[in-house]
């Protein structure tokens, strides 16, 4: 009976129905490998729908997922920054360093602009693309916009929706470092708008620099020149003052005659004493001496004082007005429009292409996995197939 029995099994092994599957504790040779290729042709071709299946809905599934997902489009514009006071190879070092912390601080100055709800609406609202950027809330029949919030204007919403997300920003600042220039880069959902917002802010960002120094200047013109005005009243109110109050004490003639009293009586003293050295008016000659040489002391002291004291002076309206002449200078050359606070240099233009999603990528990658995907299930079908055959045939 257990002969019959191991003879059933020994002919069910060998059945033609079942698949012979190698040894896996012996190397396979190359006709085991040319054996298992040809199985999956096998395979391939009895089970090719599931592989086309496979592949076309992960074609169709990330072309659907690229249709729905907004596209982000990158546009580029490099500019340089000039300060009033620019770089000068016969300047010395420390003043070169001055103006490169200018520099960088006009740089910081225009990209705090672009992160200032102020400006940016004040910027869109001169160039109108509020419309452009808020599509979604403006009627153009009405020209009125569907805002969530009424406390905002039109201007300000779209400019809070443009600097607002700190993830994805719409504005981005980077410096080259092989060139010195600093880049901007706008990210947004339209080509056109992307490539406005980098040329046209950059354009209004020194127009608003520009203006906001014109206001500075003017401010310290009026300034240096109501200081300048008032330090040559007060110095003639000075001389005014010192002329009727001191001019007794401390005019060159009486300086003179108080040096020849002080002789005279230096002379009378050295007789006195050599013809009478006993004589009571000695000491009251010393006494009158001593007050003069004291007085003279005293003027000569108030006149150094008064000449150091013109002089520092006259060094402080020096520098008030060489500073007046500067500033008067480039208030005149920043209003004459010659000069510009922030130059473009390269102007972006309209990308052809998103940056996000990045199509070519997903697209091949689906069409891989879906590939990949395929043969698995082609496999797995074969499989179950072949294991209900021999299910049916122990059976």
Do not use: C
């Amino acid at each position: 009976m257990e002969h019959q029995e191991n003879d059933q099994f020994k002919d069910l092994y060998t059945s033609s129905n079942v698949t012979p599957f190698p040894n896996p504790y012996n190397p396979q040779d190359s006709k085991s490998t040319n054996f298992y290729f040809l199985l999956l042709q096998i395979s391939l071709k009895r089970n090719g729908w599931i592989l086309l299946a496979s592949v076309l809905i992960a074609f169709l599934g990330t072309w659907s997922y690229l249709e729905l997902t907004p596209k982000t489009y990158v546009a580029r514009v490099s500019y340089e920054v000039i300060p009033l006071n620019p770089v000068n190879l016969q300047q010395k070092n420390h003043e070169r360093r001055i103006v490169d912390l200018e520099e960088e601080f006009l740089n910081q100055r225009t990209i705090r602009l672009f992160q200032k709800i102020e400006f940016i609406s004040f910027f869109l609202d001169r160039t109108g693309l509020t419309p452009l950027i808020l599509t979604d809330l403006y009627d153009p029949t009405t020209d009125i916009y569907d805002l969530p919030n009424d406390l905002r204007s039109p201007e300000e919403f779209a400019a809070a929706s443009l600097i607002g997300d700190t993830k994805n920003p719409t504005f981005e600042f980077q410096t080259e470092k092989f060139s010195g220039l600093t880049l901007l880069t706008v990210q947004f959902h339209n080509p056109e708008l992307a490539t406005s917002l980098a040329n046209d802010g950059l354009r209004w960002a020194n127009d608003y620099l520009v203006s906001q120094e014109i206001m500075d200047l003017k401010r310290e013109v009026d300034s240096l020149s109501q200081s300048l005005s008032q330090l040559g009243a007060e110095k003639s109110i000075e001389v005014i003052s010192a002329e009727i109050e001191t001019s007794f004490s401390v005019s060159p003639l009486v300086l003179e005659n108080l040096q020849q009293r002080l002789m005279d009586r230096q002379i009378e003293l050295g007789v006195l004493e050599k013809t009478q050295p006993n004589a009571a008016s000695i000491t009251v000659m010393k006494a009158e001496i001593g007050v003069l040489e004291a007085k003279l002391a005293e003027f000569n002291n108030q006149r150094d004082s008064k000449l150091i004291e013109d002089g520092i002076e006259s060094g402080g309206i020096s520098k008030l007005r060489i500073q007046f002449a500067q500033n008067q200078s480039r208030l005149e050359l920043l209003q004459s429009g010659q000069q510009p606070l922030v130059r473009i240099i390269d102007r972006a233009i309209p990308p052809e292409n998103p940056s996000k999603p990045n199509s070519r990528l997903i697209l091949t990658f689906s069409l891989v996995v879906g590939l990949f995907g395929g043969v698995f299930l082609v496999f797995l079908v074969d499989f179950v197939r072949k294991t209900r055959q021999r299910l049916s045939a122990n059976s």
